[in-house]
């Protein structure tokens, strides 16, 4: 049934206007309101205002994103940015250690780039009003999913570089000497956040943006809507631009990286032991000379840092993989359309957000890590912050020198 401006004008002429509703038209006489119940009957599709009120659960998001969220992106800038400061020391700056900057600031900005919405919406108590202009819409969007999903990308994928390059080093340490040099890992990261801007390209132009008028509090307010672009709609499938999208994202980006990390955990974890016995019992028969020897050993001993790694891999997992799993059960959903629901759109959205907020726990987490199990970043951290000695320091110190070993090697 094909209905012209006049018939819409004259069906929801009757119609009283209420908070959320959308203008239709409006003239110094009157203001006429999309009909809702009369757009259902006749199959009309109304514009779609950017409604925050109701984008996820309040029950669940006011109380963490609007309460605890706060808390926690202090602890995170906090933590991450001690990370960075203490690593970048000339005689801490290694392969590994880059590796482990560059996760703190990726952890760092995935959580810093949302948070002014997040502030915003949810902890000043903005979520009923609308956003009023094309620009913030845009924002919106950029800022809690395009940017963010970028620098988690990224902290995935290194992740798994720091375990591949961990591997490397205790189970081909000659290949490690030319394989991981600083120059390459620079190299590798700046082509891990290329991979990520790459993936995330076409999410800062698949949506449309249009303004439009609603009511809120009695008022017509400015708001916009939020649609697909023209080119997603038109010049590609719809559901083929999202399936290949998501596909990839669940395939390269939660899939084969956790399974990865998982192999390699396993691997990391059973030559740590293995080396461990052997070097037991090359030492055990030798006295208080073979013990004092032991324990110099295992005060420079580079496994402590693979078991480091370890940890921070293991924890890296913990929280990824419900990710991972919810993202394949939303991809394997939408292939079957509407003939199998896995999940019912509350319980869909809430468990985006929690499991959102329990990866976001866990970035401030690596900071804990090395200082508990790194006595060279507690030395470092105490140097640089309480007793205030790290301008003593070179890199030739005799304090340094003798745990550093090669420069392509880890001195966590």
Known sequence: MGLNEDDL???????QCRDGDIVFERTPAAVVCWDRNASGHHGIELPRPADMNHQWPLRYALPLYGYVMPLLLAVTIVANTLIVVVMSRRHMRTPTNLVLMAMAVSDMLTLLLPAPWLLYLYTFGNYRKPLDSIYACYMHVTMT??????????????????????????????????WCTERRVVRAIGWIYALALLHQASRFFDKSYDLLEVIHRGRVTASCSIGKSYWVTHSINTGLYYVVYFGFRVLFIHLLPCISLV??????????????????????GGGGAARSRRDCQRRRDP????????????AFLIVEIPMAIFTCLHIVENLLGNEVVLLDPDSRQALVVIINFIISLSYP?????????SRQFRETFSDLFITGKMSQFTAGSCKYSGINGPRNETVL
């Open 9 to 15: 004008r004259q069906m929801f002429a009757g119609y």
């Open 365 to 373: 987490i690596n900071f804990a890590i090395y200082c508990g199990m």
């Open 145 to 178: 999913d395009t940017l963010p999903s970028l620098f988690h990308t990224s902290s995935i994928w290194l992740t798994l570089a720091l375990a591949v390059q961990r591997y490397v080093y205790v189970c081909h340490a000659a290949v490690a000497r030319v």
């Open 263 to 284: 192999v390699l955990n396993i691997l990391l974890f059973r030559t740590l032991q293995e080396t461990r016995a052997k070097r037991d019992r090359l030492l055990s």
């Open 303 to 314: 496994h402590c840092t693979t078991l480091m790694l370890i940890v921070v891999v293991t």
